[in-house]
T-cell receptor
Framework: GQNIDQPTEMTATEGAIVQINCTYQ??????LFWYQQHAGEAPTFLSY????GLEEKGRFSSFLSRSKGYSYLLLKELQMKDSASYLC??????????FGKGTRLHILP | KAGVTQTPRYLIKTRGQQVTLSCSPI?????VSWYQQTPGQGLQFLFE???????NKGNFPGRFSGRQFSNSRSEMNVSTLELGDSALYLC?????????????FGEGSRLTVL
């Protein structure tokens, strides 16, 4: 079966750092995506990892370990506008993108 | 550059009816995929079209169907609507196959089935 697990909700403080974890068990692996979705809006692309390691893009970084079926999204210097849902998604061997249920991140002032 | 456009944005139907949703991808994008989003299940893949051909299909019943036209615009149809079909239906486009790049999502069509 296909399974992507991520925490349902997280809370962090403005200016802090937060790490959102994602574990996956899918039929094959061809890459992992992170998307951000603000309430009532469309998801927007954040990152794509296909090889092990850390990809950094400004305040956001994404890490992948294929052997452990694990990824995390690291958000630094949190801002109020970072309050959103963060979706982890895996491209499996059938070229289907399987999404996790998302992590709702609340930022406190 | 215009984004992905979905119509209608909101609609209400009753059980047993059918519905057609439309998606216009970003100009030049050839791949269109459809997702159903519900609070309980998150985003679930429905199907993907590329060059007017269904390239991939998720695990939804045959009541869910779609097509893509020569200008890359896509439609999806749900027949014999059930209460459980109430959801946000998102369309996403990409330049090529979805496995080669990021997806650009539309704002979605919110379907309520009464």
């Amino acid at each position: 079966g296909q399974n992507i697990d991520q925490p349902t909700e997280m809370t962090a403080t403005e200016g802090a750092i937060v790490q959102i974890n994602c574990t996956y068990q899918t039929s094959g692996f061809n890459g992992l995506f992170w998307y951000q979705q603000h309430a009532g809006e469309a998801p927007t692309f954040l990152s794509y990892n296909v090889l092990d390691g850390l990809e950094e893009k400004g305040r956001f970084s994404s890490f992948l370990s294929r052997s452990k079926g694990y990824s995390y999204l690291l958000l630094k210097e949190l801002q109020m506008k970072d309050s959103a849902s963060y979706l982890c998604a895996v491209l499996n061997r059938d070229d289907k993108i399987i999404f996790g249920k998302g992590t709702r991140l609340h930022i406190l002032p | 550059k215009a984004g992905v456009t979905q119509t209608p944005r909101y609609l209400i139907k009753t059980r047993g009816q059918q519905v057609t949703l439309s998606c216009s991808p970003i100009s030049g994008h050839r791949s269109v995929s459809w997702y159903q989003q519900t609070p309980g299940q998150g985003l679930q893949f429905l199907f993907e079209y590329f060059s007017e051909t269904q390239r991939n299909k998720g695990n939804f019943p045959g009541r869910f169907s779609g097509r893509q036209f020569s200008n890359s615009r896509s439609e999806m149809n749900v027949s014999t609507l059930e209460l459980g079909d109430s959801a946000l239906y998102l369309c996403a486009s990409s330049l090529d196959y979805t496995n080669t790049g990021e997806l650009f999502f539309g704002e979605g069509s919110r379907l309520t089935v009464l």
